[in-house]
């Protein structure tokens, strides 16, 4: 099937091999083809018209060529071109006339190769078409497809971007969060590191901790308020000692005071100061210089380094071969002029011709009956039978006969019911003239 743009004139078409009408093998090379010769079916027309102007010329190996004007080429859809002379076998040439947009993009030399479309709905919804030009009409850089634009990217600026005076990244909430480390926290973090004044003082309580024996203690619990010392010292008058002071120490100092005394415990005071300087002294060996720096300086982990860099490796293929396809400078905006592309070529070509629909009436189907005498010559004044056989069920006779048209061309009205098939075989047979065959595949 040759294409053809819509109401173009200077389309040259080729035509034959014409073939000699008797022994239907030699090519045919001096016919005279003139235009009322070159008869045009196109598409719904119920009768043949000559074509416009001009007739055929030779070209070699009995080929010939046609060129059609606008006038030929004015209605849409498929065009069958019929000529037959005399001394040459009939001969038919396809085509289907195309929309001029569709024709020179796929055809002509500036021709993008693909079908450019309007998209006047999506899902059958035409509002849905509108809102999508309106969002693409208020594309920017800086709001996308839709919306409210940022502000302009202005360095300290309230909202839209935030940048630095410099180029780099700077948001007010990392400056607020650097003030929060003053000079007096600075400090304090000083002197918790390895040799700092706290960690001095640990290691001197960590020190003398160690010194404080079982002995020792029993000495600070004997010299405690109430203690087995400070009892004596209580004792003791505040002149000097008589013999009687001596009973009245004895009094005082009785076995049962003095086993109180040796089975008294360290207070709560002691025993708390004592757990304390002991979580201190772990603490100081914990937080030492070495670690206090790591942890100012800590990095990402290393398995988050490596999967950092398995994305950034993958990402990048990923944009190479995006580079192969169509070139440098592969944007998302690029994916989605693509995926519109697509959309719209399937709109377009959804809308060509498919042929001969399956389950829907077909008027005016023409052929031509050839007389059965010479089996060249097309037979007029027929009363032709037409039989169809559907998808190889047996031949059937058809609910319309066939009528003639003129110069042996006849057509027949085929219903609906007789349209239901996916491949069939038409018979056309009158008394007086050769068998007409013709083979029907639909589409759906």
């Known amino acids: 099937m040759i294409p053809l743009k819509y109401a173009t004139a200077s389309q040259e078409i080729p035509l034959g091999p014409a073939l000699d009408s008797t022994n239907g ?13 070159i008869k045009l079916w ?34 849409y859809g498929p065009m069958v071109i019929f000529v037959h002379v005399a001394g040459a076998l009939t001969m038919k040439v396809e085509c289907v006339v195309m929309n001029a947009e569709a024709y020179d993009a796929l055809y002509a030399a500036s021709g993008t190769g693909h079908i450019e479309a309007d998209a006047v709905q999506i899902s059958g919804d035409a509002a849905a078409a509108d809102n999508l030009e309106l969002a693409g009409g208020n594309y920017s850089a800086t709001r996308g497809l839709a919306g409210t634009a940022l502000p302009a990217a202005v360095a ?38 390895n040799a700092g004044r706290l960690d001095a003082i640990l290691d001197t309580i960590a020190t003398d901790a160690a010194r404080v024996t079982a002995a020792r203690a029993q000495v600070l619990d004997d010299w405690i308020n109430a203690g087995r010392l400070d009892l004596l010292l209580d004792a003791i008058p505040t002149t000097a000692m008589r013999g009687t002071d001596s009973a009245a120490l004895a009094s005082v100092c009785t076995e049962a005071r003095l086993a109180e005394l040796a089975a008294a415990n360290i207070p709560a005071d002691i025993d708390t100061l004592l757990t304390r300087v002991t979580a201190a002294v772990a603490l100081a060996s914990v937080c030492t210089e070495g670690r206090l720096s790591e942890l100012a300086a800590a990095n990402l982990p290393a398995d988050i380094d490596t999967i950092v860099g398995y994305l950034d490796t993958e990402i990048a293929a990923i944009v190479t071969h995006l580079t192969d396809i169509k070139g440098a400078g592969w944007t998302d905006e690029n994916l989605k002029d693509v995926d519109a ?13 498919a042929g001969v629909p399956k389950n829907v009436a077909l008027d005016k189907f023409p052929f031509l009956m050839i007389n059965s005498v010479d089996h060249i010559t097309p037979k007029t004044g027929l009363t032709v039978t037409a039989q169809t056989n559907k998808d190889g069920v047996g031949f059937a006779g058809s609910a319309n006969s066939p009528v003639e048209v003129g110069s042996g061309w006849y057509e027949i009205d085929w219903i609906q019911a007789e349209m239901n098939f996916n491949v069939a075989a038409w018979k056309f047979t009158a008394v007086g003239a050769d068998q007409r065959d013709i083979t029907v595949i639909t589409s759906t």
């Open 25 to 37: 093998n030699d090519e045919e090379g001096g016919l005279t083809i003139a235009n009322t010769d």
């Open 42 to 75: 196109k598409s719904g027309a119920t009768t043949l018209a000559s074509k416009n102007s001009g007739g055929a010329t030779y070209i070699s190996n009995g080929v010939y060529y046609l060129v059609l004007d606008a006038t030929d080429s004015d209605t």
């Open 156 to 193: 300290d600026a309230a909202g839209g971007v935030p940048i630095s005076d410099a180029g780099g990244l700077d948001l007010d909430a990392k400056l607020a969060n650097t003030h929060e480390i003053t000079a007096a926290r600075m400090g304090a973090l000083t002197d918790w590191i």
């Open 341 to 353: 592309l697509i959309d719209a070529i399937k709109a377009k070509t959804d809308n060509q011709p």
